[in-house]
């Protein structure tokens, strides 16, 4: 079974610290996705990686493939109150077409 | 832009009885499916369409009906519903193929009494 193991679960922090989220696995994954859901609404795509050792920007995002391809991280350089919410991963697995999802890390950014 | 169009957002149901959960994508996605949200638990996957007529299994089917007669509709059927289907129900659409993009309706709040 694959599964992919998200830390931390939960995140407090004020505006204007960095932070760091990460996204786990022993599988090899063909793609790797994080999404952002707000309260009372559907994910949102944010990036998609697939290569090994690719960082992707998003403004203050940054978004870092594992060389291995079996794992990702998500970094955010000061942190606004916008950037609150549920931080989801899934990947792509090389064998199964179904996405693996992570639980997801809550993010609160107080001001 | 519609994109995933999901109803209704919100539902209460008694032990026992079935409704449809209904889904609808304007962007001409092949590939559609209904996930289940709880807390601590992530997305989990319910049932999944790669074409119209076509459907499969999830992660967590029982309990659950779904069917696939235009690219446009996949609605979601409990049949008879029971206090552990209280959860938020989310459909979904992409494009076939790894790395594509997943959009998701709003979510349905389903609370069954």
């Known amino acids: 079974t694959q599964l992919l193991e998200q830390s931390p679960q939960f995140l407090s922090i004020q505006e204007g610290e960095n932070l760091t989220v990460y996204c786990n696995s022993s599988s090899v994954f063909s793609s790797l996705q994080w999404y952002r859901q707000e309260p009372g609404e559907g994910p949102v795509l944010l990036v998609t990686?697939?290569?090994g050792g690719e960082v992707k920007k998003l403004k203050r995002l940054t978004f870092q493939f594992g060389d291995a391809r079996k794992d990702s991280s998500l970094h955010i350089t000061a942190a606004q109150p916008g950037d609150t919410g549920l931080y989801l991963c899934?990947?792509?697995?090389?064998?199964?077409?179904?996405?693996?999802w992570g639980a997801g890390t809550k993010l609160i950014i107080k001001p | 832009n519609a994109g995933v169009t999901q109803t209704p957002k919100f539902q209460v149901l008694k032990t026992g009885q079935s409704m449809t959960l209904q889904c609808a994508q304007d962007?001409?996605?092949?590939?559609m499916s209904w996930y289940r949200q709880d807390p601590g638990m992530g997305l989990r996957l319910i049932h999944y369409?790669?074409?119209?007529?076509?459907?499969d299994q999830g992660e967590v089917p029982n309990g659950y009906n779904v069917s696939r007669s235009t690219t446009e509709d996949f609605p979601l059927r409990l049949l008879s519903a029971a206090p552990s289907q209280t959860s938020v129900y989310f459909c979904a659409s992409s494009y076939q193929g790894a790395g594509n993009t997943i959009y998701f309706g709003e979510g349905s709040w389903l609370t069954v009494v």
């Open positions: 990686v697939v290569t």
């Open positions: 962007m001409n996605h092949e590939y």
């Open positions: 899934a990947g792509h697995s090389d064998s199964n077409y179904q996405l693996i």
């Open positions: 369409s790669v074409g119209a007529g076509i459907t």
